[in-house]
């Protein structure tokens, strides 16, 4: 796939310290590592830029890369649960939206009561409702169900240059 440039806004939000998109799950069973993994990896392939990476292509301007390891999937366990708001980010694994790193981090804690998931995802690759969407689609595959397919047009987002000499 080629890449997907960002729009005006997008660009906003790349650089270290960019405020990713981050939410913290709690589960109280745990949760198959390797099923989890696949299942990411099938998301990935119907949303492509969840698996991007960002690349340059002008001096002062990125675009998404969907690339095969564009998404960090971490594995741990730990004796804490995430009880206290301070220790969700003990299992958060952040994104920097920077160039060549994954614009998505996940990691599932195993804990003794259940699973922690921490997902982390660059605000460029996109907003809250795309967020949710890819975490519902996830969901929804890991227990066997179809989503619905979707649109990654992007420069239907972005402005037509203007008609005629500019002032």
């Known amino acids: ?19 990713p998109i981050e939410f913290v799950f709690a589960y109280d069973g745990t949760i198959d590592a390797d099923r989890l993994r696949d299942s990411l990896r099938d998301v990935a392939r119907l949303l492509p830029p969840i698996s991007a990476k960002l690349v340059r292509t002008a001096e002062h301007a990125y675009a998404l890369e969907p690339r095969d390891d564009g998404i960090h999937f971490q594995v741990s366990e730990s004796a804490a649960g ?7 980010y ?16 996940i990691k599932l ?22 967020y ?22 992007r420069d239907l987002l972005m402005p037509d240059p203007p008609d005629g000499p500019t002032p």
């Open 90 to 105: 003990d299992f958060l694994d952040p994104v920097d939206s920077v160039e060549g790193e994954p614009l998505t981090r």
């Open 82 to 88: 995430c009880g206290e708001p301070e220790a969700r």
């Open 1 to 19: 796939m080629d890449p997907i440039p960002l729009t005006p806004i997008d660009h906003v939000f790349t650089g270290v310290g960019s405020y």
């Open 132 to 153: 949710f969407f890819f975490l519902t689609a996830w969901a929804a595959l890991f227990h066997g169900q179809e989503i619905p397919q979707t649109s990654h047009a």
């Open 109 to 130: 804690t195993q804990t003794p009561d259940g699973s922690v998931l921490g997902v982390s995802m660059c605000h460029a690759v996109g907003d809250g409702f795309s």
